[in-house]
Every structure is written in C-alpha cells, then in structure tokens.
C-alpha cells in the first residue's frame, strides 16, 4: 500500500486563557491516503475545527501544538519555518473556510482574489492568471462566469461565494483539502450542488479531503471513513458503513439518535430527554376563523416578484412549514406577515383584522404587536452584544408592555427564560459569553417573554448541533403545546418541517408550488420542484449501510 499522505500522531493542541493553559486536542491521531475522504464529526467545541487549523498550521498566536506531530507527504511539518508553509499552503495544502462571505476580501474582486493565488505560487503574467481564474469559474460551474469576474463578494449568493472558495482552494491543484463546514446555511438543493462539484473536483484531481461537519447525513453520503470527536478527543472511526451500521461509542450513538433521518419523530430526537406530555386543547367555538390568514401577496424588488401572489393560513396552535431554496421568497414572506418590511400587493389578515394596511415602520404602535413575535435565523447577530440576556428577554416587556425594572420584570423575564430552558444563573451573561445553542434560547425566550399568539421561526436551528437542535425543536413544540401556540416555520431542512409542521407550503421563485399536511408533502409529492429538494437532502439510515455515498 502506498504511504499515507497525512499522518496525525498524538497530536496536542494548548491555548493561553486568562484562566490559564486550556488543552483543546488531547493526543488525537488518524490517517489519510491520496484520493480518500475523511469526515471529521462532532459538535461545537469537540475540537473538529482545532484539528483542521493544527494541521493547516493556522493557530493562533493564543494557540500551540504542545505535543505529537504532523506529517504531510512523509515530512514532519509540525514544526516547519513560516517561509515552508507559505509555500505549502495553497499549492499542497488548502482550505475552504465555513463562512464564506468572512473569508473572502470584501474589496477586491472575484478575479482579482484568485488571481492572487495564482501568482502566489506560479510564475506567470496577469494576463495568464486572468484565463486561468476564469477557467476555475468555468470548473466550478458559476452562472455566466465573465460576469462575476468582476463582481465583489457582497453581488454574489452564499451558493456563489461557497463556489469562488473552492475555485482559490484548488486553484494550484492541491494533494490535500480540508473542507469546515463548506455546506452550513447553505439550502438543501445548492448544498447537494456544491458537495457534488467538490466530490468530483477531487476525484479528477486524485486530492484527499477532510471534511468537518456536524451533519451526519453529509458525511455519511460523501465521506469513505469517519472520526467522531468530542471535548478535544477522537472517540471513534472507521469505515462510514461500519461505523453507521454499529456505532460502539455512546457519544456517537448520541449523535446519531438526535440526527434527523426521513422516518424520525421528535421523541426520537430526544432520547432521554423527559417526555412531552399532551395538552389537550378543547375545540374552538364553530364559526371560528383562522388566527392568520395571508392573502395573495406580493412584493416586488427592481420590478421582480420576490413574493407572487401567495396565500395560506394558520389556526391557533397550528403549524406550518414554509420550505423551498435561497431566493425562494421564504424570509421576504414571513418579514411581511411580521410587518417588519411593506407589501406591494394583497393583505395580512390576524384574529379577523387586517394589519397589512398598517406600514412596517408603524407597526411597534399597534396593539397586534405583542402578539406576533419572531424568532431570527443568526442568535448571535440577532442579539444586542451590549445588552446580557436578562436585558435581551426584558427589552420586549419594556417597549410593548411599558414594565419597569422591578420584581414583576424579573419574574417575567426568569419565567420566560425557564420555559425557553435558559438557566437563571445566565441571564447576567452577554452574548460572546454565551454557546450557540444557549444564544438561540435567549432569541426564544425573548420572542415568547410577551406571550404571543403567533410565533414566526426563520431558520432557528440552522448553524446548531444536532443535539442541540433536538432539544430545542422540543421546546418550541412543548411551547406550541401549552400556549396553543401557532408557529409559522421558515426552513431548508424538510426533516425538521415534517416533525414541526401539521402543513407545508413550498416555494419556488416566489409562488407557491406545492401546499397540504405535511406527511402528505413529504411522502406523496406531486411537484418535481417538492421532489427535487427532497431528493436532495443528506441521510442515512442508522444501522444501515448508506446506500447512495459519493466517493470522491
């Protein structure tokens, strides 16, 4: 067999807190040959991310290898001079960074960062380095590629810049990529897209991958092998297969359970978690209309219907699903139900009352306010980074309700937060001290502190592990269970739409596609567009071999 192109030995990772050293790898080791693909799986903080910058010798200066080593191509580069790394990094070794928009340049153009690349490696004129950015453009398959040549990262979608990431990171062919979460917020169809191309890139090309994510399904479809880490260890690899098939670890028997696969229920997700009991609700009085009722809206951008002519609506305590991909109208629509932007066209219609007559910037005055609340997709820019989240809860009480600070506040906000199972000692936190899953019951607990009525959910658990996502779909269905609760769900994740949702309404270009309860949607779909997203989604079935992985 032919020597592997990276080895990890031992490897040891510390950094400098003001507590002290904090050991972030504990001696984690694995191998990888030319042409395979290594998924690297875990939650926020298991050291997954830690492992890829260790071996890209990308730390920090608060970051260091305190032991073990580092070997790429049979050289020990754990120790390696800056001017070796520079010269490895991007020409044998590269990277494509989770979030795209951050790591490109904001101020130079498309052509203009590959280029850069480019030239940092090879000896060649602009003018060559200007063909060869366009013919990566062309390889990463980007719509009308001259174009974007030209175009800043702020022009182009998140699909776009995940594609101008991977044209820089293989620009120079390299032997080894370490994807990080190439996929997250990305939507089902254009995540399928991009692994996809990576997949074939790299079998073209002979590369190994690494690809780090917290989607089990992901790495189940395009990963040969799988590391499970957790708190800084390698807890369990091996074959994908095998490793799905039985799981020896109880940790990776945790990630598995709470991942979402096409036959789960949220009792499923949240095995050990106590029981959500039932709340029977009596029926509502005959001749009662819908709590929500939208009606053939319309929103225009630059002469473009973003949102054509839709209509739905929700009962109290109901749930719907709104799914479809990025541009699809999903934000745009359920941003006018809100009234947090203006409709072009058609009405919103709430307990009988229209409140889509009412601008966007008026709307914090009318009395329908405190009853429909909104729970945004990012909870760490969603969240003032000045104000604690016992500030962050109270903040809606004070502006809808008039409360000052005093007893009844806190007891409101401590209410809220134990419903949104925040714990009270973290209410005096801000948020940068805060994880991501406990970001996300601040914005849940704010949004339901005032006692809505209708709850609107964009993206809520898109950026959390899975675990994490289990635990808080159970809160917010316990939620919509004891406050008859209706949730208007905004999501790419058709999974966690048929678990949440009695109905579904898929979007394509701005209209409605396809509508009716949600298992109907999801196991009959009469729209190839509802097919096509469903097709597309990463799964794998736990104790089976997956049976539709991509090699790359």
């Known amino acids: 067999m032919t020597a592997p192109l990276l080895q990890v030995e031992d490897l040891k990772v510390d950094f400098s807190t003001r507590n002290g050293i904090v050991r972030a790898l504990h001696g984690i080791g694995f191998t990888l040959h030319a042409g395979e693909t290594l998924g690297i799986v875990g939650e926020s903080g298991s050291g997954k991310s830690v492992t890829s910058l260790a071996v890209m010798r990308l730390l920090d200066r608060a970051g260091r290898i305190a032991g073990g080593r580092v070997l790429f191509q049979g050289r020990d580069i ?9 010269s490895l990094r991007g020409a044998a070794m590269s990277m494509i960074f989770q979030n795209p928009r951050a790591a490109l340049n904001p101020i130079r153009t498309v052509a203009q960062q590959i280029m850069d690349v480019l030239r940092a ?20 398959r980007i719509r009308d590629p001259e174009r974007r040549m030209s175009a800043y990262p702020n022009e182009l979608s998140g699909g776009m810049c995940q594609r101008v990431m991977i044209a820089m990171a293989i620009a120079c062919e390299p032997a080894l990529l370490i994807a990080d979460e190439p996929t997250t917020g990305l939507d089902v169809t254009t995540q399928k897209v991009v692994m996809d191309l990576l997949a074939g890139l790299t079998a073209e090309r002979g590369m190994a991958v690494i690809l780090i994510t917290h989607d089990l399904g992901l790495a189940a479809r395009y990963c040969g092998a799988i590391a499970v880490m957790e708190q800084g260890r390698i807890v369990e690899q091996g074959p994908t297969e095998a490793l799905f098939r039985d799981a020896q670890h109880p940790y990776t028997r945790r990630l598995i359970a709470a991942s979402p696969t096409r036959r789960s229920t949220l009792a499923d997700l949240a095995q050990g978690a106590p029981p959500v009991e039932p709340v029977s609700r009596p029926p509502p009085p ?26 739905f609506t929700i009962s109290a305590g109901g749930s719907l699903g709104l799914v479809g991909e990025s541009g699809s109208g999903k934000t745009t629509l359920s941003r006018m139900i809100c009234r947090l ?9 709430f307990q009988g009352e229209s409140i889509g007559h009412i601008p966007a910037r008026d709307f914090h005055k009318a009395p329908q306010r405190r009853d429909v609340q909104i729970v945004f997709q990012d909870p760490t820019d969603s969240l003032n980074p000045r104000f604690t989240a016992f500030d962050s809860i109270a903040h809606p009480l004070r502006r809808l309700e008039g409360m000052r600070d005093g007893s009844a506040l806190t007891a409101r906000v401590t209410e ?87 109905q579904m309404v898929v979007l394509q270009a701005g209209k409605i596609v396809e509508a009716g309860p949600s298992m109907r949607v999801f196991e009959a779909p009469g729209a190839e567009y509802t097919r ?21």
């Open 532 to 552: 096509t997203l469903l097709d597309a989604i990463p799964h794998f079935e736990p104790n089976a071999a997956p049976a539709d992985r991509v090699d790359a």
């Open 78 to 86: 754990t120790r390696a001079a800056p001017g070796d790394l520079r």
């Open 341 to 349: 932007i203006d409709a072009d066209g058609g009405d919103v219609v």
């Open 121 to 140: 490696h090879r000896r060649i004129d602009a003018a060559e380095a200007r063909q060869q950015a366009l013919d990566l453009l062309k390889a990463v």
């Open 286 to 311: 005959p001749g009662t209309g819908p709590l929500l009722e939208v009606q053939k809206l319309v929103k225009l951008y630059s002469g473009t219907r973003a949102v054509d002519d839709v209509s």
């Open 416 to 502: 809220a937060a134990s419903r949104a199972g925040l714990e009270p000692a973290l209410l005096g936190r801000f948020p940068h001290q805060l994880s991501g899953g406990q970001k996300a019951r601040v914005g849940i607990a704010r949004a339901v502190a005032p006692r809505p009525k209708l709850l609107l959910l964009d993206e809520p658990t898109a950026a959390l592990d899975v675990s994490i996502q289990a635990v808080i779909l159970q809160l917010l269905d316990r939620l919509r269970r004891e406050d008859d609760l209706a949730l208007l769900f905004v999501s790419h994740d058709l999974n966690v739409v048929r678990m949440m949702c009695d």
